[in-house]
């Protein structure tokens, strides 16, 4: 018993340690996505929220609950809804939901009317996405931290603070990752 003691202490340091490095790289990669990223600080915690109270104001509504798939993003403000919906109304319900919501300045619909995607349609949308991001982030046309990237049923969606050369140059490169069916871009241009 003595024995297995200070193994365990030993063991659980070697743990312990491991996971303050996680914690220390985690926060790293956190810090400089905020140091890059063209927005204010503020800006990117206000659009943080943003989306949670989006996302909360949409859950109140039982039957975007129970019969929508619906993704919010946030970007300046702007609000990009993408997802399923069964029908128009339900959709446009949606939209007014979150043009409600304080804070909110514009609202993309991106809702496709239909059954919502199932869980193997969702994971080959984060693998195009992060296909999207890599070529994105090797690109010496665009600066890759000011384009945000999702992507719904195949279809990539960019918003970003972006010249008109960087826009059009993101939604070339995006259009150009395989499995890309559609492209579809939310730029806020700058000089």
Known sequence: MKIITPIAVLISALFLQGCVGAVLVGSAAVGTKTATDPRTVGTQVDDGTLELRVNNALSKDQEIKKDARINVTAYQGKILLTGQAPNAA??????????????????????????????????????????????????????????????????????????????????????????????????????
Do not use: C, M
């Not at 193997?120 to 890759?144: E, N, Y």
């Open 90 to 191: 339900l959709s446009s319900r949606a939209k007014q939901i979150a043009l409600g919501v304080d804070g909110t300045t514009e609202v993309y619909n991106e809702i496709r009317n239909g059954q919502p995607i199932g869980l193997g349609t969702a994971s080959g949308d984060t693998w195009i996405t992060t296909k999207v991001r890599s070529q994105l982030l090797t690109s010496d046309q665009v600066k890759s931290t000011n384009v945000k990237v999702t992507t719904e049923n195949s279809e990539v969606f960019l918003l970003g603070l972006v010249t008109e050369r960087e826009g059009k140059a993101a939604a070339d490169i995006a259009s150009r990752v395989s499995g890309v069916k559609h492209v579809t871009t939310a730029f806020t241009l700058i000089k």
